[in-house]
Nanobody
């Protein structure tokens, strides 16, 4: 029943890099905006990157300049390249799709199961 499938999480030292991948059905990928959320213990789930169906990316200030979202239309796959990782980036990262864009967490139509990213100091 899970339509979004993530991979690439793991353990990395501060300053290191990880690349997350998310495969989606073509029907979703070709129509919807795609994005990545994260949730750390005791914190609210927050959007860290989004990309429109047309390929326009957006980021919050907390990750701007360090994270890059991209997508490969031929593979129906969205990526999150994370560089210069900090311990505060530690969280479960979720792939998401939104037919009407990422106006809020309530706008999300589909979720992945999540993948753990742990950044050690």
């Amino acid at each position: 029943q899970v339509q979004l499938v993530e991979s690439g999480g793991g353990l990395v030292q501060a300053g290191g890099s990880l690349r997350l991948s998310c495969a989606a059905p073509e029907s979703i990928f070709s129509r919807d905006a795609m994005g990545w959320y994260r949730q750390a213990p005791g914190k609210q789930r927050e959007l860290v990157a989004a990309i429109s169906s047309g390929g326009s990316p957006n980021y919050p200030s907390s990750v701007k300049g360090r994270f890059t979202i991209s997508k490969d239309n031929a593979k129906n796959t969205v990526y999150l390249q994370m560089n210069s990782l900090k311990p505060e980036d530690t969280a479960v990262y979720y792939c998401a799709s939104a037919r009407l864009g990422f106006w809020s967490v309530d706008s999300v139509d589909s979720w992945g199961r999540g993948t753990q990213v742990t950044v050690s100091s």
